[in-house]
């Protein structure tokens, strides 16, 4: 049986580390696309608390996260799963 690693992005929230396709940052212009098409079709989840969205979290269902912490940090913990 295949255990699943989850991955902290703030605020006590979690995602399958396994799943995550890519981490961005907001102020690209894919980053914003992506932001505003996933809204539109219910597939964005903000886990931001109402704080400043600092990185986009890309699932491999097509769900979109919004996340407070730096790209950087997430994709350190990803790495981090990886050993």
């Known amino acids: 049986m295949k255990s699943t690693t989850l991955i902290n992005i703030g605020f006590g929230n979690a995602v399958v580390a396994e799943r995550v396709i890519a981490v961005i940052t907001p102020m690209s212009a894919s980053g ?4 505003e098409e996933a809204k539109e ?3 964005l989840i903000d886990a931001t608390h ?4 600092r990185a986009i979290i890309i699932m491999d269902s097509n769900h979109i996260i919004l996340s407070a912490m730096q790209p950087e940090t997430i994709a350190n913990r990803l790495n981090q799963s990886e050993e």
Request: charged share 45%.
């Open 41 to 43: 079709n219910n597939m």
């Open 50 to 53: 109402g704080r400043k969205t």
């Open 32 to 35: 914003k696309r992506l932001r």
